[in-house]
C-alpha cells in the first residue's frame, strides 16, 4: 500500500486529497493505502490527475508539471518556465522508459474487441493506451486515452454524488449502462480524437521492452508440467485459435461512428439501484477535458524516435 501511494505521488497525485493516505498525506497514516480497495483505484483522483498521469505514461514515464503558459518572452528574450519534471518509475533513463512501455502495452488492450471500451478505437488504426473508470453506483465515469504526442482525459460527474438521494449516469441517453466510462466518456473522447488526433497521422509506439524476472512461489516439488498433447487427441479448430474474452461495456457508438443518436441504441445489461431516468440525470452531468499541449491539461512532448509499430 505504501508503494502504491508513493508511485501516485510520483505520478503528482494530491494523495492526501485523493483519500490514499491521511491529512498528513504521508504513506503509512490512516488512510485507504492498507485496503485492498487501493488495487481498484477508489482514490479520487482529479481530471487534470489523470491526465498527468497518462501524459507520464505517454512520456515513457517522465512526469512533467501540468501548466498553461507556453512561453515567456520579453524584449525578444525567452524566459525559461520553472516546470518540474523527473522520471517516475526509475532514476536510470532506460529502464525507466523501457517500464513504462511495459505499462503502455498493457493499456492499449483496452480498446481492443475484448475491451472496455472497444468503440474508442480510432478509424486509421492508430493504437491508443488507455482505461475507464467507473465508480460503483455510477455517480462519475472516465475515460482517458492517448497517442504516442497526445493525452487526453474525459470525464462526467453527477451534481448530487452522495446520501440517499444521489444521482446515478446509468440510464444516461437512455442508456442502461450510461455510467459506465466505456460508454459516454470513451464515446465523446473518440469524437474528439477522430476530429483532432487522426489528421495528425498514424504515430508509433516504442515496442514494449519487458523487464524483470520470473517469480515462481510454488515449491519445485509440487509443479506439474503439463505433458504434451498426444497425436489421439483431436482439435477442433485452427491451432492456437480459441474463444476471445467476453466483457467489454455496451458503448452508445459503433467503431465507425464518430458519435451516433442514444435514442436508437438498446440498453444492455445490468444498472446499479438508485438509478434516475436519463433527463434527469444528463441534466446534472457536467463534462470535463483535460488535454495537455503546453496549454491548459493538453500534454504534447518531444517526438521521439519510434521503432516499428508492436503487434
Request: neutral net charge; contains cysteine.
Amino acid at each position: 500500500g505504501a508503494n502504491v501511494a508513493e508511485m501516485a505521488q510520483q505520478f503528482g497525485v494530491n494523495i492526501a486529497a485523493a483519500g490514499i493516505t491521511g491529512p498528513s498525506g504521508i504513506p503509512g497514516s490512516s488512510g485507504m493505502e492498507d485496503e485492498a480497495g487501493i488495487a481498484l483505484g477508489q482514490a479520487s483522483l482529479t481530471v487534470g490527475e489523470q491526465a498527468s498521469m497518462l501524459a507520464t505514461i505517454d512520456d515513457y514515464g517522465v512526469y512533467h508539471e501540468p501548466h498553461v503558459i507556453e512561453s515567456i518572452t520579453q524584449n525578444g528574450v525567452s524566459t525559461p518556465l520553472k516546470i518540474r519534471s523527473y522520471q517516475v518509475f526509475s532514476a536510470n533513463p532506460t529502464l525507466n522508459a523501457d517500464e513504462a512501455t511495459q505499462v503502455q502495452y498493457a493499456m492499449s488492450e483496452d480498446t481492443a474487441p475484448y475491451g472496455t471500451a472497444p468503440t474508442a478505437a480510432l478509424s486509421n488504426g492508430q493504437e491508443v493506451v488507455a482505461k475507464t473508470g467507473t465508480t460503483n453506483t455510477a455517480q462519475s465515469a472516465f475515460f482517458i486515452g492517448a497517442i504516442p504526442t497526445q493525452a487526453l482525459s474525459v470525464a462526467l460527474f453527477t451534481s448530487n454524488q452522495t446520501g440517499t438521494g444521489y444521482q446515478s449516469l446509468n440510464n444516461l441517453g437512455g442508456l442502461q449502462q450510461g455510467g459506465y466510462g466505456g460508454t459516454w466518456p470513451a464515446a465523446i473522447w473518440h469524437t474528439y480524437a477522430e476530429n483532432m488526433f487522426v489528421p495528425l497521422g498514424v504515430e508509433q509506439f516504442q515496442p514494449p521492452v519487458f523487464t524483470g524476472q520470473a517469480w515462481n512461489l510454488v515449491p519445485p516439488n509440487l509443479r506439474v508440467v503439463p505433458k504434451p498433447p498426444s497425436d489421439k487427441h483431436h482439435h477442433h479448430g485452427p491451432p492456437g485459435q480459441g474463444s476471445p474474452p467476453s466483457g467489454g461495456n455496451p458503448s452508445p457508438c459503433n467503431s465507425q461512428q464518430s458519435f451516433c443518436n442514444p435514442a436508437t441504441q438498446q440498453p444492455g445489461g445490468g444498472g446499479n439501484a438508485g438509478t434516475v431516468n436519463g433527463t434527469a440525470a444528463g441534466a446534472a452531468v457536467g463534462g470535463i477535458f483535460a488535454a495537455l499541449p503546453a496549454t491548459c491539461l493538453w500534454v504534447r512532448r518531444r517526438t521521439r524516435k519510434r521503432g516499428p509499430k508492436r503487434g
